[in-house]
T-cell receptor, first 110, second 115 residues
Framework: EDQVTQSPEALRLQEGESSSLNCSYT??????LFWYRQDPGKGPEFLFT???AGEEKEKERLKATLTKKESFLHITAPKPEDSATYLC???????????FGTGTRLQVFP | NAGVTQTPKFQVLKTGQSMTLQCAQD?????MSWYRQDPGMGLRLIHY???????DQGEVPNGYNVSRSTTEDFPLRLLSAAPSQTSVYFC??????????????FGQGTRLTVV
């Protein structure tokens, strides 16, 4: 069965304290792995798509990486405005359906 | 760019009432979908559509109907609301099929409470 697991469930960081969020997945024929950011009361906002193992993408303080079993979202020197819930999702095979993890709630304190 | 627009943003229903959640996108996306988000359970797929006139069930379809008469619109109907349908509902759209850029864009959500 296709499954996406994110860890930790919640993460508290001091401003400037770098860390990583994990997304492990089991899926038949990965067609893409997606990272989203979700602020309270808002819809998920697209961050990155990764298609194959070894691929990396960067945007400001965020860097996403992908292996055959998991993806990491690295946050370098985070700021309070990075506080949000980060969601991971996968598409498999020849379908456009997204399978989501339950997210990591990140809080960055000044 | 409007992107994906959902209405209403908030709704309170009584048990047994019916209603339609509206979703419209202006990006000419073939694929549209509805999710519900509940605490601790992540986003779960209710129904989806790969194009006008084509719909199919997702993971949690019971109690919901959809139709897709145009590319732009994908309404979600609650037939007889139940307290278990209290949730936040998100509509999403994306290019489908063999398109390279298949990331989904989400609306701002509808917070539904059934009493």
């Amino acid at each position: 069965e296709d499954q996406v697991t994110q860890s930790p469930e919640a993460l508290r960081l001091q401003e400037g304290e770098s860390s990583s969020l994990n997304c492990s997945y089991t899926v038949s024929g990965l067609r893409g792995l997606f990272w989203y950011r979700q602020d309270p009361g808002k819809g998920p906002e697209f961050l990155f798509t990764l298609y194959s193992a070894g691929e990396e993408k960067e945007k400001e303080r965020l860097k996403a990486t992908l292996t055959k079993k998991e993806s990491f979202l690295h946050i370098t020197a985070p700021k309070p405005e990075d506080s949000a819930t980060y969601l991971c999702a996968v598409k498999r095979g020849n379908t456009d359906k997204l399978i989501f993890g339950t997210g990591t709630r990140l809080q960055v304190f000044p | 760019n409007a992107g994906v627009t959902q209405t209403p943003k908030f709704q309170v229903l009584k048990t047994g009432q019916s209603m339609t959640l509206q979703c419209a996108q202006d990006m000419n996306h073939e694929y549209m979908s509805w999710y519900r988000q509940d605490p601790g359970m992540g986003l779960r797929l209710i129904h989806y559509s790969v194009g006008a006139g084509i719909t199919d069930q997702g993971e949690v379809p019971n109690g919901y109907n959809v139709s897709r008469s145009t590319t732009e619109d994908f309404p979600l109907r609650l037939l007889s609301a139940a307290p278990s349908q209290t949730s936040v509902y998100f509509c999403a759209s994306s290019y489908g099929g063999g398109a390279r850029n298949t990331e989904a864009f989400f609306g701002q959500g509808t917070r539904l409470t059934v009493v």
